[in-house]
């Protein structure tokens, strides 16, 4: 059964374009021209990833990703923007968007990127068991849902991702280097502030006390390790 893509995006000559080719690709395509009915349509939770343009009538795409995620969907999100400024990203990712980017871009990028999300996000889970409890943190492989003091926390996918890879090699010291490579599909040489930012997000959701955490552990030099 091939991948469901929702993609919201208002210019009709790059829907047309991005729909042919991620036809040809295999995947099975729907459309939407604004913010709204995206939304609508990205809540019926039948989707595999969503691709989402930040500049939409009716309704921004940073309201839409943030309506998806306090719905509680981890559905990945790889949003598309012709803006490029630093805080434009960070707010995406603040708002629990998986990736970022910036128009013009070459479509084997995007087609990399999809197929890096939807990769990541399918592998399944080489731990014994899909549910896992560490003091007051309770987490679903299978379900992908996570729980703190038995109330339900709102992951994105690629923060899921993250805390996944780190609880399935929990012990280990990973590198950001390895973390890029193996949760978000990255080639060496991308600039690994992105991973200490998502930790902080998580410590931030998932730790008793953010600054002084007991599971995401940072090793100076070194990267970091989940402690159970």
């Not at 459309?31 to 921004?60: F, N, Q």
């Not at 995007?110 to 080489?126: I, N, Q």
């Not at 991308?190 to 998502?198: I, S």
């Amino acid at each position: 059964m091939p991948h469901r893509i929702l993609l919201v995006e208002d210019e009709p000559g790059l829907v047309m374009t991005l729909t042919d080719r991620l036809v040809s690709e295999g995947y099975a395509v729907e459309s939407r021209e604004d913010g709204e009915s995206g939304l609508e349509e990205a809540l019926s939770g039948t989707y595999d990833l969503v691709l989402l343009d930040v500049m939409l009538p009716c309704k921004g795409g940073f309201d839409v990703c943030r309506k998806i995620r306090q719905a509680g969907l981890t559905v990945p999100i790889l949003m598309l923007t012709a803006r490029s400024q630093v805080v434009d990203k960070v707010v995406g990712l603040q708002l629990g968007a998986d990736d970022y980017l910036t128009k013009p871009f070459d479509m084997m990028e995007l087609l990399a990127r999809v197929e890096a999300l939807l990769r990541r996000w399918a592998t399944p889970s080489v731990s014994g068991g899909s549910i896992l409890q560490f003091g007051s943190l309770q987490i679903d492989l299978r379900r992908a849902e996570v729980r703190k003091d038995n109330q339900p926390v709102n992951l994105s996918a690629r923060e899921f991702q993250l805390l996944r890879y780190l609880v399935e090699h929990r012990g280990e010291t990973l590198s950001r280097e390895r973390l890029l490579t193996e949760v978000w599909g990255y080639e060496a040489g991308v600039p690994t502030r992105t991973v200490d930012v998502h930790i902080a997000w998580l410590r931030q959701k998932l730790e008793q006390n953010p600054r002084n955490p007991q599971h995401l552990i940072t090793l100076r030099g070194l990267g970091y390790r989940f402690q159970a």
